[in-house]
């Protein structure tokens, strides 16, 4: 069972930049493509990027288009998230997960989570 690890994330300044890692255990099938997501209080689960272990398919949701880089490391087996121009509308849990579907963006599609870790907006 391929195991999930995040870190970065804590407390981001409004306007800032956030840097997130994910450390894999193994590189599968069962997570070639290795996405982010990310839910705030009392709202839904939402695709924030993803990218493939081969760096050939990438994806991140349409709205923070200039914004978010995701970006991998194979020697380290590790994803990696920076999100800029940080808001507090971007306080929220962000976890990593991966899947066996190439271009996934439904969490339905993904398999393997990281238990998350916290980021909060705030000056």
């Known amino acids: 069972q391929v195991q999930l690890v995040e870190s970065g994330g804590g407390l981001v300044q409004p306007g800032g930049t956030l840097r997130l890692s994910c450390e894999a255990s193994e590189r599968s099938t069962s997570n070639a493509y290795m996405g982010w997501f990310r839910q705030a209080p009392g709202k839904e689960r939402e695709f924030v990027a993803a990218?493939?272990?081969?760096?050939?398919?990438?994806g991140h949701r349409d709205h923070l288009e200039g914004r978010v880089t995701v970006s991998r490391d194979i020697a380290k087996n590790t994803i990696r998230l920076q999100m800029t121009r940080m808001t507090p509308e971007d306080t929220a849990v962000y976890v990593c997960?991966?899947?066996?579907?190439?271009?996934?963006?439904?969490?339905?599609?993904?398999?393997?989570w990281g238990q998350g870790t916290q980021v909060t907006v705030s000056s």
């Open positions: 997960a991966g899947s066996s579907v190439l271009g996934a963006t439904a969490s339905s599609q993904y398999n393997v």
């Open positions: 990218i493939s272990w081969n760096g050939q398919y990438t």
